[in-house]
Each structure stands twice: as C-alpha cells, then as structure tokens.
C-alpha cells in the first residue's frame, strides 16, 4: 500500500515539460499506414493488402495482393531498356516513372550507365515466373529467389529492377558493387526510391539482398527510411 502512495509522486514534476515536444509527432506519424491496419484476414487465414493505392503499400510473404489488382495509371518511362520489345514490364505507376526519368537523368550526368530491365507485373505473369522456378529449383528454393503470385511487389507498379553492362544487364548481387550500383544506395532516397531488399535484413524483408530492386515510395518517406537504413517493413512498424 504505501508503494501505491509514492509512484504518483515520482511522475507529477515529468508532466509539464513532456507534453510540448510530444503534440507535433503524433501528428506526423499517425499518417503512416501501419502495417498490421492494411490488411484484412480473407477466409483462408491470408492477409490481404487493402491499401493498393498508396505509395507506401507493402506486399511480402505476409501480405497479398488481390489476383485482380492491377494500377490504372500505368505508363512506360522513358529510360533505357536492354530490349527493344513494348513489354508491360518496362512500365511503373505514373508518379514512380516520373521519378525514375529523373533518377536516370541524374545518374548519367554523373556519368553511370544504367538500364531499367523490369517493372510492373502482373498476377499473371507472376503465377508463371513461379511455377517455372518451382519446377527448375523446387518450391523452398524458388520461394527465396521468386515470389508467389500476389506477393511479388511488381504487381504494385512501384519496383523497378534496374541494371548496367558491367554485369552484362544481369540481376545479380555483384551489381551492388559496380560504380552504378554504389551510386543507387547513396543517392536514390533523393528521388523517391529505395533499395528495398538490403543486406542484413533478410529475416524482415524474407528476400536475399537485391542492390537492383528500386521501390518507389515518394522522396519524404524514401529520405527518412534511407536516413535511418532500416527497410519498409521496419518504417511501417507501429511504434
Ligand atoms: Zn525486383
């Protein structure tokens, strides 16, 4: 009983100095969409993305995409591809491939010789990438390196699988090592972009490094997520 009587004491002169600072971050952070509040659990025990439209959408082995999810604003930027071909892989959503000119813009005045290889995917397409990797590596092994249909972030129109010749236009981990490679890490974040699968965070992010996956999430976010090297899943997480 008299513990009870001294603990409001201890807490009364912390009050008054706490409760500036703490009005302007609420406000800032409750505009996240966290993860565990965008999903919805379907009669299969699988999460289903909601927020199909937003910038910061996360779809991983956790999270699904709807199989007749595919972004009404797709559009094919004009960056260079390692093929001539009109594929609907070389197209993003509308904002994230105007970003993207702008980072291959910025990339070859610093003289880098990027190549953008793949972009948007649909379920479709998805569904037959896997079932060939599952039946050329087995599932457990297809699942590391591939997604399942409706997991692929592709299907989001916001990742874009970019390359350079340094690598013959491979997707490949030793392109996180080329001068084209270095320069995405230390400089996409001002364009929008991040590198979405990083070395280390292989447990959240359930993918192996990918130096050449970029995902659009808009400079602000793209800023804060490179400034504290941490991953979408981590930012998105409710504090
Ligand atoms: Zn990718």
Redesign the pocket.
């Given at each position: 009983m008299s513990n009870e009587q001294t603990k409001p004491k201890t807490d009364e002169p912390q009050e008054e100095p706490k409760e500036q600072p703490n009005e302007e971050q609420p406000a800032q952070q409750a505009d996240l969409p966290w993860l565990e509040e965008t999903v919805t659990v379907a009669g299969d025990g699988k999460a289903v993305v909601q927020n199909l439209e937003d910038l910061l959408i996360v779809a991983n082995k956790e999270r699904n995409l709807p199989a007749d999810y595919e972004p009404k604003d797709l559009v094919t930027p004009n960056v260079p591809f390692p093929f001539k071909e009109d594929l609907p892989k070389k197209k993003l959503r509308k904002e994230a491939a105007l970003s993207l000119e702008v980072l291959f813009k910025a990339a070859e005045d610093k003289g880098m010789n990027l190549l953008a290889q793949?972009g948007y995917r649909s379920y479709d397409t998805q569904v037959s990438i896997f079932a060939y990797n599952a039946e050329q590596k087995g599932e457990e092994v297809a699942n590391k390196t591939s997604s399942k249909p409706g997991q692929?972030?592709?299907q989001t129109g916001l990742?874009?699988?970019v390359t350079s010749p340094e690598v013959n236009y491979e997707?490949v981990e030793a392109f996180g090592e080329t001068k084209e490679g270095k320069w995405l890490a230390e400089n996409a974040h001002k364009y929008g972009f991040i590198i979405?699968?990083l070395k280390g965070k292989e447990e959240i992010t359930g993918y192996k490094y990918?130096p050449?996956?970029?995902r659009y999430v808009g400079v602000e976010h793209a800023k804060k997520i490179h400034e504290q090297g941490i991953v979408l899943e981590e930012y998105l997480q409710k504090p």
């Open positions: 793949s692929s972030e592709h990742s874009m699988d997707l979405r699968y990918e050449w996956h970029l």
